[in-house]
Nanobody, 116 residues
Framework: QVQLVESGGGLVQPGGSLRLSCAAS????????MSWYRQAPGKERELVATITSAGRTTNYADSVKGRFTISRDNAKNTVYLQMNSLKPEDTAVYYCNAHRYYIDYWGQGTQVTVSS
């Protein structure tokens, strides 16, 4: 059974940091590119960051470049999103995604709220 379980969300003040984790099981994690998406209320889901299967290449949305870092540990079947200098506009539900060819797996999401 495929599972992606996100954790690490919460309430943080502007300028603060959070680290999201996504633990994968039920598939060969090291074969999949991993991404973080987010969806704010009333908005479409958007791609935040992607890391290739071996972790050699990363890509980021312009809105988070220089503030967020995606990484993975294939030995632990886990992908991370380090989020620094958080802004109120980063408030959203953050989703973990695994992608390979035509296959996509999704987690249930974790809420991140940036507010004073």
């Amino acid at each position: 059974q495929v599972q992606l379980v996100e954790s690490g969300g919460g309430l943080v003040q502007p300028g603060g940091s959070l680290r999201l984790s996504c633990a994968a099981s039920g598939f060969t994690f090291s074969n999949y590119a991993m991404s973080w998406y987010r969806q704010a209320p009333g908005k479409e889901r958007e791609l935040v960051a992607t890391i290739t299967s071996a972790g050699r290449t990363t890509n980021y949305a312009d809105s988070v470049k220089g503030r967020f870092t995606i990484s993975r540990d294939n030995a632990k079947n886990t992908v991370y999103l380090q989020m620094n200098s958080l802004k109120p506009e980063d408030t959203a539900v953050y989703y973990c995604n695994a992608h390979r060819y035509y296959i996509d797996y999704w987690g249930q999401g974790t809420q991140v709220t940036v507010s004073s």
